[in-house]
């Protein structure tokens, strides 16, 4: 179907007479969905409401807010319309597929902006204000679970390569690109951290508290819902919401939904050197592409 696409993005262009960004992202649903369809062996004239459903549930597993997923049917829709147009399909699966209901809760996703002004309103003048900046670039950078980050080990961040091995649930482990932001940040707090008086058992643990003792997931919920306050966020923010934000923003820039699973560990994962070496590579060449904070600050670092 690679002449579909090239016939479609044609199609979007000269018919429908669609913006740039708006015929981007609708030619990503399309590839998105047909790479979706491939995993699971089934040909893009026999998707049925079924599997397209079951494409949409897998939008909202990820943490996808409800506008986003909207936004990903009305891209699919238009494809499948051009599809039977064309004469590729004979029926249309997306005629009775029915959109989010928007009113439903699911957790509130910042947008790029909202997060640049929670960083924006952090002290500068407060001790901790280094800590915190860095805090946030790593859950939102790296779309970590706050019990991620509370455990995250020196040991198991490479500095050189832009990677650490986090601990997620059921003691799965995953590699996870880090920001070229986040680890600048770190590098500035480590001097700061290393004056702490550092107790014991929390000699490799990354972000202390003033004491020098593991933080603790409640104290970095108020660390991020105090700056969403101070940056006038009326939503309910958490350290989840940099995690929905996270997958959201690279669903949005065209990522994958394989690599999405992937980075927020949703699927395990085998740690050999050779994985290690081809994973990381790989997811940090998606991250590069499509999440904001590295494609703005890649350069700059």
């Known amino acids: 179907m690679e002449m579909s696409i090239r016939e479609y993005e044609s199609y979007l262009t000269l018919e429908r007479g669609m913006a740039d960004n708006t015929r981007e992202a609708y030619v990503s649903d399309a590839c998105r969905l047909m790479e979706f369809l491939d995993e699971k062996g089934i040909k893009l004239e026999d998707a049925t409401e079924e599997n397209l459903h079951e494409f949409l549930c897998t939008l909202r597993d990820l943490g996808i807010g ?59 003048a407060k001790e901790e204000s280094l800590r915190n900046h860095a805090i946030i670039e790593t859950l939102y950078g790296s779309g970590l679970r706050v019990s991620e980050l509370t455990d995250a080990r020196l040991s198991r961040i490479n500095m050189e390569d832009g990677y650490m091995i986090v601990e997620g649930k059921g003691s799965k482990q995953r590699i996870v690109p880090v920001s070229p932001t986040a680890l600048s940040l770190i590098k500035e707090y480590l001097p700061q951290r290393a004056r702490l008086n550092i107790k014991p058992d929390s000699q490799d643990i990354l972000f202390l508290n003033r004491r020098g003792c593991k933080m603790t997931r409640v104290m970095v919920f108020y ?18 919401t940099l995690r929905h934000s996270f997958a959201t923003h690279l669903l949005e820039g065209g990522a994958s939904l394989r ?25 940090r060449e998606e991250l590069l592409s499509h999440h904001p904070h590295y494609r703005h600050r890649e350069g700059k670092m």
């Not at 660390?223 to 989840?240: F, T």
């Open 259 to 283: 690599v999405i699973q992937e980075l927020l560990g949703h699927e395990s994962l085998e740690t050999t050197e050779i994985y290690v070496h081809l994973d990381r590579s790989r997811l």
């Open 223 to 240: 660390i991020i819902r105090d700056l969403a306050a101070a940056a006038g966020i009326l939503k309910k923010v958490s350290p989840h």
């Open 66 to 124: 409800p506008r986003s997923q909207a936004r990903v049917l009305s891209g699919v829709k238009s494809y499948f319309k051009f599809l039977k147009l064309s004469g590729f399909i004979g029926q249309n699966p997306t005629d009775l597929l029915e959109s989010p209901r928007l009113g439903r809760y699911l957790p509130e996703v910042l947008s790029i902006q909202e997060i640049d002004n929670m960083i924006g309103c952090i002290d500068d």
